[in-house]
């Protein structure tokens, strides 16, 4: 229900108030359009009808799902990994016979059935165990390689009864830097050889696909020069350059990938993509075992900061070199507070699902328009679009902001709206309408909540 007023009073110096310029003529961005950064971690888990989130995914329009960490949700099944697809690695990687694809072959085509492309990793899931057997570097290079390309070979080429899926993004690896730990016990010279070996026999054979790595666990310049420089020397493929931060500072997350442009850009490697492959805001801290941490745990990753932290990373990347982002994770429901669920399971969708899907249904609104924050600028990000009928969406991301009221003004040969109606998640909501909104002239002004909260503003 929009309250209709006869004036607005115009304080955006008020201490209380934030203020939302958007240039209805204006377009904004390289493209003049609003980009789909919003990818994910792991696809819908293949089990029974009580944990399927296949249909909450769906709704999202998950651009691209990075699949790594797959087994480790999916219950005992062998997939993704290519210690899960060949098992034994003793022997002879052409006899289609030594693979096992089945499961993997069933969760990917559910992944593309609900409309998201896949980047595989290729390599091994985090093993927590102590003697981390997953996790060594492979005895031979060269026959790590070969069986990569067979699993390749099945999903692009239809190899031992596969498929045509044109998957384009192929990952070597996961955050080998932190090494010896839980997800390479190898030393980084190591992958750097193993990295070097691969690309080079996977572009060989498949030029028209994404190679890429190093899937780091953040940007740390010695090792990424090392990398680099190796790759260069060697003239080995780098399609696309990754890397991972968790952190609880927006604005750490969205500096980052004009730092690596940088970085990449003056060793020669200017033509590399940019994707932040695993990134969460909001980290909720070590709990310890102890059952009443993990309870905040699971509410700070996915309560309301972590949820304006969602829209104000996805609305600052617009400006910047990133080519994807990749949302740890999509899923979450063996590990709650690290995706879309809480301790309750895929009944439980918590506060950075609905953040997602107010991002998502913003960029279906897809001729990006200017937007310029007046008051808080420091916490609060805006991202406008605008349809070729003439409706508009504003999405605001008020992040730990003190504001108590947000004024969303639109300029630029606008009439007044016909239509507007506002959507917030916060503490207390998921999505739902706002009622006590004042709409005056061109200008729409809404009660904020006090702390995070999210704001989807939809006009005609």
Request: glycine fraction near 8%.
């Amino acid at each position: 229900m929009i309250a209709v007023v006869a004036t607005f009073a115009s304080a955006a110096a008020a201490d209380d108030l934030v203020q939302v310029m958007v240039d209805v003529a204006k377009p904004a961005g390289a493209t003049g359009k609003i980009r789909r950064l919003h990818g994910t971690n792991l696809a819908a888990p293949l089990d029974s009808d009580a944990r399927d989130n296949t249909e909450a995914l769906k709704v999202l329009d998950i651009p691209l799902t990075r699949l790594h960490d797959a087994p480790l949700e999916g219950r005992g099944q062998r997939l993704v990994d290519v210690s899960c697809v060949f098992p034994l690695f003793h022997l002879d990687p052409q006899d289609p016979k030594n693979y096992y694809f089945a499961e993997t072959d069933d969760y990917i085509q559910n992944c593309l059935n609900y409309g998201s492309k896949v980047l595989y990793r290729l390599g091994e899931s985090i093993d927590h165990s102590k003697k981390r057997r997953r996790v060594f570097p492979p005895k031979d290079f060269d026959k790590w390689a070969d069986i990569c390309i067979n699993i390749i070979r099945h999903y692009n080429e239809g190899w031992a009864d596969g498929f045509h899926d044109n998957i384009e993004y192929w990952e070597i690896w996961n955050e080998a830097d932190g090494g010896p730990r839980d997800c390479w016990m190898g030393t980084w010279s190591d992958y750097v050889r193993l990295y070097v070996t691969a690309s080079k026999k996977i572009k060989s054979r498949f030029p028209n696909i994404k190679v890429g790595g190093p899937a780091m666990t953040g940007l740390h310049f010695d090792e990424m020069d090392q990398f680099l420089s190796e790759c260069k020397r060697q003239n080995a493929p780098l399609d696309f350059f990754s890397w991972h931060c968790y952190t609880s500072s927006p604005n750490d997350l969205i500096g980052q990938p004009g730092i690596a442009r940088t970085f990449l850009d003056q060793r020669g490697f200017t033509k590399a993509e940019l994707h932040l492959n695993e990134w969460h805001c909001c980290f909720g801290g070590d709990f310890n075992g102890d059952p009443a941490q993990y309870r905040t745990f699971v509410e700070t990753m996915g309560g309301p900061d972590a949820a304006a932290g969602v829209c104000a990373i996805l609305s600052g990347w617009q400006d910047t070199p990133l080519a994807m982002g990749n949302y740890y994770t999509g899923t979450g429901v063996t590990w709650p507070g690290w995706g879309f669920y809480g301790l309750c399971g895929p009944h439980d969708l918590n506060k950075c699902y609905f953040a997602m899907k107010a991002f998502n249904l913003t960029t279906k609104y897809e001729n990006r328009v200017a937007t310029q924050v007046r008051g808080d600028e420091k916490n609060t990000w805006a991202l406008a679009g605008r349809k070729k009928n003439g409706s508009m969406a504003v999405l605001v991301s008020c992040f730990k902001s003190p504001a108590k009221r947000v004024a969303v003004q639109f300029t630029g040969c606008f009439t007044p709206p016909k239509k507007c109606s506002v959507r917030i998640v916060d503490g207390s909501h998921e999505l739902e309408t706002v009622k006590d909104v004042q709409l005056s002239g061109t200008t729409v002004t809404i009660p904020k909540p006090a702390g995070s909260a999210v704001f989807l503003v939809e006009i005609e």
